[in-house]
């Protein structure tokens, strides 16, 4: 480097994969785990994620949420934007849907996520190896499963007519 300026062929394209994986790694753990989840809550954490989700896939996004959710316990709301986030990915990579509902419910003794695409579906054989064990299923799912059972929750997923519906159910405490 001379004045700040690449003067060899090779070096500068090392500079530039360098500062591509930094650029990447950095976008990356921003959306793993945004400042403003912690900052702010779930709640406006989830409705930046679903905005930057739609613009990212061209997938049609809306968002409920059927209260005014104050702060929840941050293990719980870290949980959820992890299930949110995993939920919209497999939209996006499986689901061939054009559109995608996101609701978040608040019952007296529980909080539920619910992500609903109107794609293809699962197909039942799948749904029925997810009965027996979601180890077998897949990392995204199986991870899903364990923030939840770690929070003593529950995770559902149905085929609907068309699409598929995932349900989060995590149980608040008294």
Not at 50 to 77: C, T
Request: proline content about 3%; aromatic content about 6%.
């Amino acid at each position: 480097l001379q004045g700040g300026h690449c003067t060899s062929g090779v070096l500068c394209d090392i500079t530039a994969l360098a500062d591509q994986a930094l650029h990447e790694i950095r976008t990356t753990s921003f959306l793993l785990h945004p400042p403003l989840l912690d900052e702010a809550g779930f709640s406006a954490a989830a409705q930046w994620y679903v905005e930057g989700f739609a613009q990212r896939s061209g997938i049609k996004a809306r968002l409920d949420f059927a209260i005014e959710l104050e702060r929840l316990p941050i293990a719980i709301e870290t949980a959820l934007f992890r299930v949110l986030q995993e939920s919209l990915t497999n939209v996006h990579r499986h689901s061939g849907a054009s559109e995608v509902e996101v609701r978040f419910l608040r019952e007296a003794d529980a909080v539920i996520l619910e992500v609903r695409d109107y794609g293809r579906g699962i197909p039942q054989e799948f749904l029925n190896r997810l009965g027996q064990s979601v180890r077998d299923s897949g990392v995204g799912l199986s991870g899903m499963c364990e923030r939840l059972n770690e929070l003593k929750g529950d995770l559902e997923i149905t085929s609907a007519d068309p699409g598929t519906r995932l349900r989060a159910i995590v149980p608040l405490s008294s």
